[in-house]
Structure formats: structure tokens, C-alpha cells
């Protein structure tokens, strides 16, 4: 790994003035992927940046690899069944797993936890509702708002959870409301 110093081809300046950094990683052999990544607390969002001599199949891949969804690992019956997460209604705790629930209405264990979940998936479309609960918020059919203190949630499939009270101004904040 090398080190180097913020350059001004690097993007915007620091808002607060303060030092942004950058590190290139790669290989010295001749066609070796290199990685630059730099630090600007300024961005809203993760930007990524390719660039590349031209178009090469190596460039094909890594789009590819890039563009292509986030698959998750569901066990079932001694099976592991790779699923697209546009295919899971939730993630739940129970008994000290964590089960998914797919739109066909199919459980399966995930040797994930829930704080692990929501580092890999998609937080626009997968929403913490409670200590232990992420749904898909794509697949919400309706909100109830007329309880006190909570949200009940109504999700594909028939399919009914709570916001817990811990989590009902975060939902709200999402709805705008």
C-alpha cells in the first residue's frame, strides 16, 4: 500500500479544512488493478470512479461485478438457496438465529446478524423496525398510524409486524412525516 498525499485532482476540499488522504493499492506487475480511494467527508453518498485505458474484459467484469445485487445465502432443510434480496420480505431474530421470510411466505436461517444485514444491504430499501427486525420497505403494503406509540406494518403476503416504540420517530423521519 502507498500512501500519498491529497492532491487537487483528488476533488472538492474538506469543508472543515481538514486534511482528506487518499492510498493507492496494487500490484507492480504490469496490468495490476490498482485502488485509489479517497476520504472526503464532504460527499453525501459513496461515489465510485473507473477508469481504465480503454474498454478490456477486465473492465467488463468489474462492471458487472459492480452492478450486479447483493445475493444472500438462506438455509433451509441442510440446503443453502442463494436469494436476491429484492426476493425477502424481513429479517427477524428468533431463537438466537436469524430467519428470512421470502415473498413466497418460505423461512430460511441466515448465518448473518442483524447489524451485519444492515451494513450489506441497501438502507433505502431495508429499514430497521425494531431491536429485532429489518424489513423491506418495498415491500410494504400499509401503515397503520393510528396506534399509540407504535406502526403497524403491513408487508406482501398478508404478512403483519410492529415498529417498535424505540424506532417510530426514525420511520416517521423516512416517511416525512
Not at 493499492?25 to 459513496?46: M, Q, S, W
Not at 461515489?47 to 447483493?70: D, F, I, M, N, W
Not at 397503520?144 to 409486524?161: H, M, N, W
Not at 415498529?163 to 416525512?176: C, D, P, Q
Amino acid at each position: 500500500m502507498t500512501v500519498r498525499p491529497r492532491s487537487a485532482t483528488d476533488g472538492p476540499e474538506s469543508l472543515d479544512g481538514g486534511a482528506l488522504f487518499g492510498y493507492t493499492e496494487g500490484r507492480e506487475e504490469a496490468g495490476a488493478l490498482k485502488i485509489d480511494v479517497t476520504l472526503d467527508p464532504a460527499l453525501k453518498e459513496l461515489l465510485v470512479k473507473v477508469l481504465s485505458p480503454g474498454e478490456t474484459e477486465e473492465l467488463a467484469v468489474l462492471l458487472r461485478r459492480l452492478e450486479e445485487p447483493q445475493r444472500l445465502t438462506g438455509f433451509r432443510e441442510g440446503s443453502a438457496v442463494p436469494l436476491d434480496p429484492a426476493e425477502v420480505l424481513r429479517f427477524y431474530g428468533e431463537d438466537k438465529d436469524v430467519r428470512m421470510q421470502a415473498l413466497g411466505g418460505e423461512i430460511y436461517t441466515v448465518r448473518l446478524r442483524l447489524y451485519q444485514l444492515e451494513e450489506r444491504l441497501d438502507r433505502k430499501t431495508f429499514v430497521r423496525v425494531s431491536h429485532s427486525e429489518i424489513v423491506n420497505w418495498k415491500r410494504v403494503t400499509a401503515l397503520d398510524l393510528s396506534l399509540s406509540g407504535t406502526i403497524r406494518v403491513a408487508l406482501e403476503g398478508g404478512v403483519t409486524t410492529y415498529v417498535s416504540r424505540r424506532y417510530v420517530k426514525k420511520i416517521k423521519e423516512v416517511l416525512g412525516i
